[in-house]
């Protein structure tokens, strides 16, 4: 973006890999590996997922035509660094991080082996950038990208142990320089903090109504798998009874969302389903009594494999800052009279906001006024 490629504009979901979100079925249909980073391209004609970073910054370098030389060779020498970057940071990086901080049985041989090995990446690292600014010399490329977050964290502190220092990471300062003009780029520092956690993904989101779905799961797998071959992408899907009084339990709500992703999966499209519990919607009852269940809905919802939670009829501040805060997945409020400003959602830590019938209702009143005042 940095770059003038407004299209390569993109949302940014956390995953927090230290609360195992990584685990989350909503995240391992991106990537069977259970491994940040993962993306999906809606800008394409049909959506694209890719797994590892690696393969995520060929394709992106790819469609944009930056970050990676036109010629062969440098092509190649570009792919060789990449290449090395994921078949040697996350594994010798990562078992060095496990065996010396994370073990609870501290093997010498193992840290041994794994510090040692580190310790000649960072050389291997450390004499290519010697009189070199960047990995292929004087073009910042996705050879550098790749490898920032590994050894450019590392010489920076970022790691959340004394990496750095029993590393003795002072010894490369070549590598020590690139990390420090890097890390200074307004793109590297643009991605090290997302402008918004949890945001929603750039889809079409097709309504559900209350007869647009079935009562038998069977039929909702049927019915979900043909939307999908319309191409679309994303769904709302509500918990109240289809054609009936009140809500689905909870356990009976999860199992229509498991049949849902069940048939997503088949057809291989990382589906966004918009889990919306009509719980505050025409509801007498004091709203703040709903906002325990609601949160207990929320949890098994994400578990089901929903991608995230809408809560229309909710407007009090204080219970959607406890819906944002309780609830992994992120959250969708609909905008009607007495919501907070969009300002103050975003604080709250909403994702997503929707306006429903609101707008069109208000639009056909007016037109309605004028047309009697023309009429009379
Ligand atoms: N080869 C993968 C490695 C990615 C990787 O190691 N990700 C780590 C975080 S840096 C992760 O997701 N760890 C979570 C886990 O192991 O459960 C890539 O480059 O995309």
């Avoid at 496990?98 to 690292?125: G, P, W």
Wanted: a neutral charge; charged letters at 25%; one cysteine or more.
């Amino acid at each position: 973006m940095a770059a003038g490629v407004n299209e390569a504009d993109y949302d940014a979901w956390l995953i927090d890999i230290y609360k195992g979100d990584q685990f989350g079925s909503g995240f391992v249909d991106l990537n069977p590996n259970s491994k940040i980073p993962a993306l999906i391209d809606y800008g394409a004609d049909k959506p694209v997922r890719i797994f590892e970073s690696g393969a995520i910054l060929l394709y992106l370098a790819e469609k944009f035509g930056r970050f990676i030389p036109l010629d062969v060779v440098g092509r190649m020498e570009c792919m060789s660094w990449l290449f090395w970057q994921v078949g040697s940071a996350p594994y010798l990086g990562g078992g060095f991080a496990h065996f010396y901080h994370y073990a609870s049985v501290k093997l010498e041989y193992a840290i041994d082996r794994f510090t040692m090995e580190a310790k000649r990446q960072l050389h291997v690292v450390d004499q290519r950038l010697a009189g070199r600014p960047f990995i292929l010399g004087k073009d910042y490329s996705i050879a550098d990208i790749a490898s920032f977050p590994w050894y450019g964290g590392l010489m920076l502190g970022w790691w959340p142990f004394d990496a750095a220092e029993f590393l003795s990471v002072h010894e490369y300062s070549n590598v020590l320089r690139w990390a420090e003009s890097l890390v200074e780029r307004p793109a590297v520092q643009r991605g090290r903090s997302p402008r918004r956690r949890r945001r929603y993904g750039r889809q079409a989101i097709v309504g559900g109504s209350r007869g647009g779905y079935s009562e038998d799961d069977g039929d909702l797998a049927t019915n979900i798998s043909r939307l999908l071959e319309l191409g679309v992408i994303g769904i709302n899907f509500e918990d109240r009874v289809v054609k009936g009084p009140g809500l689905y339990d909870i356990e009976r709500q999860a199992r229509r969302l498991v049949a849902i992703r069940k048939a997503a999966e088949q057809k291989r499209v990382g589906l966004f389903i918009n889990a919306r519990t009509d719980l505050f919607l025409g509801q007498s009852r004091d709203p703040a009594q709903s906002v325990g269940e609601a949160l207990e809905r929320a949890k098994a919802y994400a578990a089901a494999g929903a991608s995230g939670f809408f809560i229309p009829g909710l407007a009090n501040d204080a219970l959607i800052g406890r819906i944002c805060e309780g609830v992994t997945l992120p959250v969708n409020v609909m905008v009607m009279d007495g919501v907070p400003s969009n300002d103050r959602l975003s604080e709250l830590g909403v994702s997503r906001i929707s306006y429903g019938p609101i707008p069109y209702i208000s639009a056909m009143s007016a037109l309605q006024q004028e047309a009697k005042k023309v009429l009379s």
